[in-house]
C-alpha cells in the first residue's frame, strides 16, 4: 500500500503560479509511477501529467504542455508539479496518483491522495 497526500494547492490570479507538492508513505520501497490528475467542478477528472520512476520520462495533457512541469525527489518520496501561466480553466481538484512499475502511464493507478484545490481567478 501506498499513502498519498497532497499539499501546495490555493486561489491564484489569472497568470501566477503554483507549485503542487505529493509526499508519498508506506510501501515505497518498491518502483512506482506516478501522475497527476484534475476534476473541475460538474466533469469528469482528466489525466494531467505523468512521470516515470527514474524521473526522466514525463507525459503531459496537450492543454498544459510548456505552462506544466512534472518532476520527483525519490530520496524525498514526493512529486512535485509546477504550475505557470495559470489559466481560469486550470481550476480543479487536483490529485496525485501512484501505481506500481517504472514507465509513465496515463491510466490505471492503483493509489490516489485526497486531492487539492487550484482555483485560478480571472
Known amino acids: 500500500q501506498v499513502q498519498l497526500d497532497e499539499s501546495g494547492g490555493g486561489l491564484v490570479q489569472a497568470g501566477g503560479s503554483l507549485r503542487l507538492s505529493c509526499a508519498a508513505s508506506g510501501r515505497t520501497s518498491s518502483s512506482y509511477a506516478m501522475g497527476w490528475f484534475r476534476q473541475a467542478l460538474g466533469k469528469e477528472r482528466e489525466f494531467v501529467a505523468a512521470i516515470n520512476w527514474s524521473g526522466d520520462g514525463t507525459y503531459y495533457k496537450d492543454s498544459v504542455k510548456g505552462r506544466f512541469t512534472i518532476s520527483r525527489d525519490n530520496a524525498k518520496n514526493t512529486m512535485y508539479l509546477q504550475m505557470n501561466s495559470l489559466k481560469p480553466e486550470d481550476t480543479a481538484v487536483y490529485y496525485c496518483?501512484?501505481?506500481?512499475?517504472?514507465?509513465?502511464?496515463?491510466?490505471?493507478?492503483?493509489?490516489w491522495g485526497q486531492g487539492t484545490q487550484v482555483t485560478v481567478s480571472s
Open positions: 496518483a501512484a501505481t506500481a512499475g517504472v514507465g509513465v502511464y496515463t491510466g490505471g493507478y492503483d493509489y
